[in-house]
């Protein structure tokens, strides 16, 4: 026998609990039989002490004697099955328990794995700099949103065409006011064919000052 031997070798605690549970069950299985076996004894010995009751009381008083004791012996029994059970129950548990743990304890190896040499401060440096990545593409998306001449726009310049425009409208408003016919009231009598100077141009005045108040508007 070698020295590890002598002393017993040192076994997997996972695989020593699923043992002790094997033997436990199994044990559990030969009480199960045994009581099957002394209920019907139990039974045989009351069907017995009925049938002789009247007629031999003694072979029924032997009959429920025995009965009784393979009562005592069945309940005695069922103790031990209880007794079993309650510690196949604990070795689950015990069994759940450390099994859960060592796969808790690698989930925890393999994010030390996974996480490597990340620390917090290399997190907000990434975090940093995506941020100012982030920034850039905003400013160049704002900057290729802009018209490609707006910085050469003048308002001034805008604003002097725009009045030249307005300037240009009320000449032309003017002018077509210049040559609009008078109508004269029925029964005015016209030398000629031109009109009074002086009628001609009081029209001409009042429809400017119309004109010029219109656009004052």
């Not at 020295?3 to 002790?20: C, E, H, I, L, S």
């Not at 009965?67 to 015990?94: F, I, P, Y």
Request: net charge negative; charged share 35%.
């Amino acid at each position: 026998m070698s020295f590890m031997g002598f002393f017993g070798a040192r076994r997997d605690p996972k695989q020593a609990a699923r043992d002790a549970i094997v033997t436990l069950r199994q044990q559990l299985q030969m009480i199960e039989k045994k009581e099957d076996h002394l209920q019907k004894k139990i039974d045989d010995e009351l069907k017995k002490a009925k049938a002789n009751a009247v007629s031999n009381k003694s072979v029924a008083t032997a009959a429920l004697k025995r009965k009784k004791a393979n009562e005592l012996e069945l309940d005695r029994l069922a103790g031990t099955r209880l007794q079993l059970e309650m510690q196949v129950n604990t070795l689950e548990s015990v069994n759940l328990n450390a099994e859960t743990m060592a796969a808790m304890k690698k989930a925890a190896d393999a994010m030390k794995v996974i996480h490597g040499n990340l620390d917090i401060d290399k997190v907000d440096a990434t975090m940093a700099a995506v941020n100012e990545q982030r920034e850039l593409a905003n400013d160049i998306a704002a900057s290729l949103a802009n018209p490609l001449f707006g910085d050469q726009l003048d308002d001034d310049d805008i604003a002097k065409e725009l009045e030249d425009l307005e300037q240009e409208d009320l000449n032309e408003r003017l002018s077509e006011a210049k040559h609009a016919p008078v109508h004269l009231p029925e029964g005015t009598r016209v030398e000629g064919s031109r009109q009074p100077v002086a009628v001609e141009e009081e029209d001409e005045d009042a429809q400017l000052r119309e004109l010029q108040a219109a656009l004052a508007m």
